[in-house]
């Protein structure tokens, strides 16, 4: 019986602390394309693809190294994905 308790213990905090990051996390908006957004090349469903968030929005490059050049000009790429959003919804 004792054994059973801890386990609905640790089941609750797992329950409790996935619901606390959600509600923590801000929403992210999904990148909405295929392709990078820096040179064109598909990234969907690659799995070494580099996705990080920047300013609620996913961000999907093919490679680490590229967030730099990102980051250079953030405003650039996040216009190019808005509009191409845009165009997907067309
Ligand atoms: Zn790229």
Redesign the pocket.
């Known amino acids: 019986m004792k054994n059973l308790s801890i386990l609905v213990v640790i089941t609750w905090l797992a329950t409790v602390g996935t619901q606390a990051d959600n509600a923590t996390n801000k929403v992210v908006k999904p990148y909405p394309i295929d392709h ?6 598909l ?1 969907k469903g690659r799995a070494n693809a580099y996705t990080f968030v920047y300013q609620g929005q996913e961000i999907r ?3 680490k190294s ?1 967030r730099q050049e990102f980051e250079r000009t953030p405003a650039k790429y996040l216009k190019k994905i808005a509009d191409a959003e845009a165009k997907l919804k067309k």
């Open positions: 990078c957004i820096l040179c064109g090349m990234v490059l093919c490679s590229e």
